[in-house]
């Protein structure tokens, strides 16, 4: 019988919970910063690495910010979406779709332009020399006001091409999805796709704000409305895909245990949850180690391990015969591995 690790490992699978700037290693951020002449408090990689240890969100976000500081220039926000691409292709990741923050970036002076143009050139660059394809989803930051939200929207007007969809991430205790409700409609105006992290470290109340206030999509993380059964059930009823980020639970304690994941439990409960890897370069893993992480702690079957394979497609924002295509693909390849969902 093919072990469930191996089987995830090798198929073709998506990756829709990503936050570009959470991939930036501590290698390519040195680098960066010598050439932009940046500097960074840390001594050395290892000292950087060191520093990797959250009690919360919070804890993670400040130095998540610290560290996309060094990013300036156009050739910077490419090299880094480029080492992304370049590191989950060997995860056989086909498909992403990808987080930016740009208000990390307009906050301290560098434009809007300066980071899409870069972010926007590599993934070209991916899909043209990896075959991977994707989407971008531009994130507001829920820490700050929602006119700088409808301001950043304003930004991105002359981009929309190159935009599917947008978020709502950082600080979720306090702010939660209804104070962003009119920059959600407006985007939705516009004609993208929303998403929204709730239930991270946020009760299922700010969950049902994503569904009725915002009216997403997508839901990111979503961990939380295991705790209100009427919730799980119109998550189930509705479709929505859950964009779950085992290490990243983990390293943020939302979980204190892998063997406490909820994972299993929601495939158990129908719930159309997939792996992602949040902010791989400071979680400890991209996404074929996230599914590992867990599999480690509770074994998944191999039945599981197609079924999350098929639910990164089934839950993107690719066409109904994109994702159709990609299920096949995935059933094919997995019955050659002796696997079925
Ligand atoms: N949660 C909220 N905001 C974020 C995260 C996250 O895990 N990563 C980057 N911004
Ligand atoms: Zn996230």
């Given at each position: 019988m093919v072990d469930a690790y191996e089987?995830?490992?090798?198929?073709?699978?998506?990756?829709?919970?990503?936050?570009?700037?959470?991939?930036?290693?501590?290698?390519?951020?040195?680098?960066?910063?010598?050439?932009?002449?940046?500097?960074?408090?840390?001594?050395?990689?290892?000292?950087?690495?060191?520093?990797?240890?959250?009690?919360?969100l919070q804890d993670?976000?400040?130095?998540?910010?610290?560290?996309?500081?060094?990013?300036?220039?156009?050739?910077?926000?490419?090299?880094?979406?480029?080492?992304?691409?370049?590191?989950v292709n060997e995860d056989n990741v086909r498909h992403v779709e990808i987080f930016f923050d740009p208000q990390g970036h307009t906050e301290r002076g560098v434009s809007f332009e300066t980071a899409i143009i870069g972010i926007h050139r590599a993934l070209e660059d991916g899909k043209?020399?990896?075959?991977?394809?994707?989407?971008?989803?531009?994130?507001?930051?829920?820490?700050?006001?929602?006119e700088s939200a409808l301001e950043t929207l304003e930004q991105a007007k002359p981009f929309l091409d190159w935009i599917d969809g947008v978020g709502l991430d950082s600080s979720e205790m306090g702010h939660p999805p209804s104070k962003f409700k009119t920059v959600f409609a407006e985007s939705k105006k516009l004609g993208l796709k929303l998403v929204a992290h709730a239930g991270e470290e946020g009760p299922p109340a700010y969950v049902y704000e994503a569904l009725d206030d915002i009216q997403v999509d997508r839901i990111d993380h979503g961990n939380r409305a295991l705790e209100d059964d009427g919730l799980v059930k119109r998550i189930v009823e509705g479709g929505y895909t859950l964009t779950v980020c085992p290490l990243s639970n983990l390293k943020l304690c939302g979980v204190t245990d892998m063997k406490d994941h909820p994972l299993p439990k929601m495939l158990e409960l129908g719930l159309r949850a997939t792996v992602n890897s949040d902010d791989?370069?400071?979680?400890?893993?991209?996404?074929?180690?996230?599914?590992?992480?867990?599999?480690?702690?509770?074994?998944?079957?191999?039945?599981?391990?197609?079924?999350?394979?098929?639910?990164?497609?089934?839950?993107?924002?690719?066409?109904?015969q994109e994702k159709a295509s990609w299920l096949g693909l995935i059933d094919e390849q997995a019955a050659e591995m002796g696997a079925t969902a």
């Open positions: 089987l995830f490992a090798e198929l073709p699978k998506a990756e829709l919970h990503l936050h570009i700037e959470g991939s930036f290693e501590p290698e390519l951020m040195f680098e960066i910063a010598r050439r932009n002449q940046v500097s960074i408090p840390y001594a050395s990689v290892e000292e950087l690495r060191k520093a990797y240890d959250f009690g919360n993670f976000l400040d130095i998540y910010y610290q560290g996309m500081s060094v990013l300036l220039r156009e050739r910077d926000f490419y090299d880094l979406t480029w080492a992304y691409l370049t590191r043209a020399k990896l075959g991977i394809s994707y989407k971008l989803i531009m994130s507001y930051l829920r820490h700050l006001s929602e791989p370069a400071y979680f400890g893993g991209y996404v074929n180690q996230n599914f590992k992480a867990v599999h480690d702690a509770q074994p998944l079957s191999a039945a599981d391990a197609v079924t999350l394979a098929k639910n990164s497609f089934s839950g993107s924002f690719l066409s109904a």
